[in-house]
T-cell receptor, first 115, second 115 residues
Framework: AQSVTQLDSQVPVFEEAPVELRCNYS??????LFWYVQYPNQGLQLLLK??????LVKGINGFEAEFNKSQTSFHLRKPSVHISDTAEYFC?????????????FGAGTRLFVKA | EAGVVQSPRYKIIEKKQPVAFWCNPI?????LYWYLQNLGQGPELLIR????????DSQLPKDRFSAERLKGVDSTLKIQPAELGDSAVYLC?????????????FGPGTRLTVL
């Protein structure tokens, strides 16, 4: 069965500092991996996703993530954060089985950017 | 293009009362999802539709929850009767096709409070 673990529930960081939000997953089959961001009182929106190919994926707002199959990880990084990056970030994994697919979301990491 | 529309945005009811949520997906999106998001948690799938067919309702508590997607466009999620534990945010999402690698587009959610 799939599972997603976001290792940090909260990450405080100063503006212009780098940040890494960690995500580990488990699945018995090939997976697709996603990072979504949720701003207050809004729905989730896609930051980036890994389907296949290059393990380094670039997304919107300067974020990138690296798929590491041996470590079963998909950590999200940004070299310099802004106040506006304060939000909840969700890692998700989907796999395609014979009966369809399931998307499982992690519990989320709250990124708080301080001035 | 217009995003996923949900209404109402907020709903406060007393326990044992019925409640309904409405979702209009992005035009042309065949797949529609209803998720439950508890405070401090990631979304959890309640039901997924491919056009008019509910293809995954394994996590829907069928004793009190029901959903429909008539004509394969709009969808309604109903709870009858509501319990205190149903207080949460109910998210609707849509995607172009029912594939594991598809991006899901989320609405802003309906925040339900059961008193």
């Amino acid at each position: 069965a799939q599972s997603v673990t976001q290792l940090d529930s909260q990450v405080p960081v100063f503006e212009e500092a780098p940040v890494e939000l960690r995500c580990n997953y488990s699945s018995s089959v090939s997976v697709y991996l996603f990072w979504y961001v949720q701003y207050p009182n809004q729905g989730l929106q896609l930051l980036l996703k890994y389907l296949s190919g290059s393990t380094l994926v670039k997304g919107i707002n300067g974020f990138e993530a690296e798929f590491n199959k041996s470590q079963t990880s998909f950590h999200l990084r940004k070299p310099s954060v802004h106040i506006s990056d304060t939000a909840e970030y969700f890692c998700a994994v989907s796999d395609q089985g014979t009966g369809g697919f399931k998307t499982i979301f992690g519990a989320g990491t709250r990124l708080f950017v301080k001035a | 293009e217009a995003g996923v529309v949900q209404s109402p945005r907020y709903k406060i009811i007393e326990k044992k009362q019925p409640v309904a949520f409405w979702c209009n997906p992005i035009s042309g999106h065949n797949t529609l999802y209803w998720y439950l998001q508890n405070l401090g948690q990631g979304p959890e799938l309640l039901i997924r539709y491919e056009n008019e067919e509910a293809v995954d309702d394994s996590q829907l508590p069928k004793d009190r929850f029901s959903a429909e997607r008539l004509k394969g466009v709009d969808s309604t999620l109903k709870i009858q009767p509501a319990e205190l534990g149903d207080s949460a945010v109910y998210l609707c999402a849509s995607s172009r096709a029912g594939l594991a690698g598809d991006t899901q587009y989320f609405g802003p959610g309906t925040r339900l409070t059961v008193l």
